[in-house]
Each structure stands twice: as C-alpha cells, then as structure tokens.
C-alpha cells in the first residue's frame, strides 16, 4: 500500500522557516523526502538549518523572504521554482505578535502585526497560488493561524484580528482556488513551547495558565505534524477550507475548567 501521507519529492515552502514552529515544519517535511524552500530574513539561520537537512540527505536551500514586501515574495518564489521545481506545498507560517495592552497599541504596532500576519501570507499565497494555477498541477496551501482567530486574551488585539482575518482569507481561497485543484487549509495552534515563549509557559505565570488547557500541558512543535502532514499530502486531497486546531482542547475550555 502506497504512504498516502508521504510527501516524497514534493517541493515545499516554508515561510518563517529560520525559527521556532517554521523550523520544524521545514524539518518534518525534509524527513519525509519533500525538497524544502527554507524561506525567511536571517539567512545565516537559514543555512544552519539546510546543513542540518542536508545531515540526513534532505534536500533544502536557504532563500531570503521578507513576507511583507510584494518584490521580495516574488523573487523567493521565482527563485524556489527555478531551484526546486514547481511548488506543490505552501506553509504560510511567518507571524509576529506584539504584546501591549489595547489602550497602548499604537498605529506601527497594528501595520507591523496585519501587515505580516494577513497581508504578507496573502502575498505568499497568491504568488505561490499563481504559479500552481499555471503549472495546472494544483497544490496545497497551509496557513498558521490561531485558536486567537476566533478566542480572545489580553494584550494582543491586532495579533487576534490578523489571525482571525487569516482564517476568513482561507476559507475565501479555499472556494476560489479549487477549480485550479489548490487546497487552502488552517492549522490553529494553542500555545506550543518555542525558543520565544519558553520561559514564560515554564514560568509561574505559563505554569498557573494550564489549568484551561484541558490535557494540562502546552504543545510542543511535534505535536503540529500530523495536522501538517494530514494536509501537506495526498491524504488530505478531499480537505480544503478546513481549520485544524492542535492546541490541547485549549479553545473547547469551559467555564468549569
Ligand atoms: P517565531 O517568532 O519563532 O517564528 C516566526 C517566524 O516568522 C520567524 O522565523 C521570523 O523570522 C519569521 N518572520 C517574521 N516576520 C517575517 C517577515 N516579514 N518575513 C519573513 N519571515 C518573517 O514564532 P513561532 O511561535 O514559531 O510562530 C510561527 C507561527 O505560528 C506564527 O504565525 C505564529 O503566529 C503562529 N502561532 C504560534 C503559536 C505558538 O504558541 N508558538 C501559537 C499559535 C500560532
């Protein structure tokens, strides 16, 4: 019986690819034989991570991506295509967050967050979207949400609308873009332990948090690989428009958690 899950030979992109959950997404689809566009702003991190797939005979190469900037999207697409061959899988996963409370989030907090989080993954999407559309081969398209998209906290309001806005986004696309055979999908992550949120999940604060997630402990990357994998493959070839949450239960927590 044929893997149904493998994404053997496909060509991926992965943006954010130089940190946290954007590493391991690129790692994930590296062992599982796809050739991975490693796309993000900090090159030197970039080719750390290729040598490290290039360890286990994966195949990856480091390209310069600044999701907010149309020209630079552009080119880090041209540039995957002519390396790598024609795209097949997106993983819209660069984001930023700032967290301030409301009343403190100023207008270059708001740009800095919609303008990465919403518009820059609308640009990957269509440029990658257009490519797949010409070549007739279809694809699938993965963006990184939220379970923000549709709960709420403190401190990060913009952040919370751009994911929810990234959610509608998929959907959208998901309607429009399957007459061209490309899925468009969300996985909505809960709090997953990386590099920059480490020590706060760790910390008094993170630690009393657990008790409204309710397997009482936060995510790690791995934990994403299967709503990936699902997604990235032939076994999700029926699934478009669909929100994945991987997050614990977390965005299902009731008032007597
Ligand atoms: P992270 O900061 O480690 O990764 C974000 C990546 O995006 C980095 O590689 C960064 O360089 C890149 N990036 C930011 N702006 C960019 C730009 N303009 N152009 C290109 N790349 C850019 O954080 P993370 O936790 O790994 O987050 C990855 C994604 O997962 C984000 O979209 C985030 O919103 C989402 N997410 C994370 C969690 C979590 O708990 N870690 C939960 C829900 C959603």
Known sequence: MTDR?????????????SSGLGRQFALTLAR???????????IDRLKALAEEISGFDGRAMPVFLDVTDA?????AVAAT???LGPIAVLVNNAG???VKPA????????DKVLDTNLKGAWLVAQSVARCMARHGHGGSIVNIASILGWQTTGHLAPYAASKAALLHLTHSLAFELSRHKIRVNAIAPGYIETEINQEFLRGKQGQEALVRVPMRRYGIS???DGALL??????GSYITGAVIPVDGGHAVTGIGA
């Open 5 to 17: 899950f493998s994404v053997d030979g496909r060509v991926a992109l992965v943006t954010g690819a």
């Open 32 to 42: 599982g034989g796809a050739k991975v566009a490693l796309a993000a702003r900090r």
């Open 71 to 75: 020209s630079s999207v552009q080119a």
């Open 81 to 83: 295509e002519t390396e």
């Open 96 to 98: 930023v967050a700032v």
């Open 103 to 110: 009343l403190e989030q100023d207008e270059t907090d708001w």
């Open 222 to 224: 791995a934990d994403l």
């Open 230 to 235: 699902l997604l990235a493959s032939e076994a």
